[in-house]
């Protein structure tokens, strides 16, 4: 079957990846802004366009305790959730990549309480950044259908689980349109999931088993070099995924940073705004550039210190806040940066938190703002 183009909601491209990627089982838990990834797959079963066990379960945390377990037998399993409902299945998150479960998760990146709110915020899962997932921010809908079928191909090569992320309502609910990769392209590029080890009568093992200190140890190496692997073999997933389609993203992208004088970091939707105020600040005559980080989980050092090396100013937009130290990916960019030779100055602003809009003309402002003598006396609140 050729691959299809239809307008689609960034959450409905996610359950058409998901159709095509054939899991054998999906526990389910409703949450907004998520909830219309489950609705799109129930329909598909309801029509017979997809076989799979869909469990309706009494929590996030009890979802995912249902997925690690279904992951665990060698199904090929995925879920979705958003905000609080992640939150609720922190301690889970730790067995699942503790159990090496390669479960595919989609979150819808909400506002966590309190107050209440149900806008575009990155902090749910930055919130998750150490509990050991591979960790996709998209930009749209298009990417977010692609990502979660470079998450399958990744996360059970590795044996680490992934979660692919993208904001509410800026993509979960915007319609754009989509080109659906092929089922023909999917069953090539995605081989059927056949585990080295699963919970099997014939074959008895035991797994989530108390260990010694040494043993624990021993664990959490092997883990912390199977998420080193994560980098060439997401590189290569998407340059095998892009020969297929013609759509690749890379780990980190580079846009328009060739001899720019300053580049804007960011990641998930604001990359699309801040591409826009780019081409307009290049038309103006500024020497401007985007890098989008697309790959968060394992932190792709060396690729962004290849792309700012020389650069002298950055600037890092976060939609997202932690306090005490600010925005996690201007924290974790100048970490990133550290030692480095020809290193920038790197300069970070919190844009956007809490969902508040920004436009390519508030960008342009924080640019000159960056830009200025004294960069310190600007607000790092923007929105």
Known sequence: MSAQRMLL????????????????????YPITPQTPI??????????????AEVMTMESEHSAMAAAITASLTGARVFTATASQG?????????????????????????TVGSPWGFWPDQTDSLA?????WIQYYCENGQESHDTVLQAFRVAEQVLLPAMVIHEAFYVSHAMEAIRLVSQDQVDRYLPPFNPPHRLDPERPESIGNTVLQGMFQRHRRDMGQAMDGVLEIAARADRELAQLTGRG???????????????????????????????????????????????????????????????????????????GTG???????????????????????????????????????????ALAEEPSACSVWKG
């Open 249 to 323: 993203y890379g780990v980190v992208e580079r846009y328009r940073c060739e001899g720019a004088d300053f580049v804007i970091a960011t990641m998930g939707s604001m990359a699309g705004t801040a591409r826009e105020a780019v081409d307009e600040l290049r038309r103006e005559g500024a020497s401007v550039g985007l890098l989008k980080v697309k790959l968060f989980r394992p932190f792709p050092v060396q690729g962004i210190r290849d792309a700012l090396s020389g650069v002298p100013k950055v600037m890092v937009l976060d939609r997202n806040f932690a306090p």
């Open 86 to 110: 992640l939150l609720l299945m922190h301690e889970m998150l730790h067995w699942a990549a503790g159990a090496r479960a390669p479960i595919v998760m989609a979150n819808v990146n909400r």
């Open 128 to 132: 998750q950044r150490d509990v050991g």
């Open 38 to 51: 489950l609705e799109q797959i129930t329909e598909f079963l309801a029509k017979g366009e997809m076989a």
């Open 9 to 28: 909601s960034g959450n409905h491209a996610v359950s058409h990846a998901v159709r095509l990627a054939r899991p054998s089982v999906i526990p389910v």
């Open 327 to 369: 925005g996690v990916l201007f924290q974790e960019l100048k970490a990133a940066l550290y030692g480095a030779r020809r290193a920038p100055e790197v300069h970070g602003y919190l844009a956007g938190v809490g969902g508040t809009s920004i436009s390519p003309a508030a960008i342009k402002a924080m640019v000159d703002c």
